[in-house]
């Protein structure tokens, strides 16, 4: 069985925790699941949405960042826009999440 590839892209910083959810959503449906907050600064999350990224992770999902403030704060994983966009190459499916 084949498994899609998904990544989320989160640039609105209102949508991105429930961009998370939705990543953890896919994960547990039996894909690799990935979000990517770019240029947006989130608050430091409460403790149940940083369950749910450990969550995600235990799925071989990740949450990735632009902003380093989001790797401090929250311990995502820090990518430079052009490795950004080599991941999106390895996707099936690119999501443009909670767009204004």
């Known amino acids: 069985m084949e498994y ?3 990544c989320f892209l989160y640039r ?3 949508y991105a925790v429930d961009g998370i959810r939705s ?3 896919l994960a547990v449906e039996n894909m690799y699941s990935y979000g990517v ?3 947006s600064e989130l608050e430091k999350l409460d403790e149940h949405n940083m369950e749910s ?3 995600l992770r235990d799925m071989e999902g990740e949450i990735f960042t632009t902003v380093p403030a989001n790797n ?3 311990g995502f994983e820090m990518m430079t826009l052009e490795e950004v966009g080599e991941k999106l190459r390895e996707m099936d499916i690119v ?3 909670g767009l204004k």
């Open 72 to 74: 401090e704060k929250n």
């Open 23 to 25: 990543a953890l959503g």
């Open 37 to 39: 907050v770019l240029d």
């Open 4 to 6: 899609k590839k998904v």
């Open 95 to 97: 999501v443009p999440y």
């Open 53 to 55: 990224i450990e969550m």
């Open 12 to 14: 609105n910083k209102d």
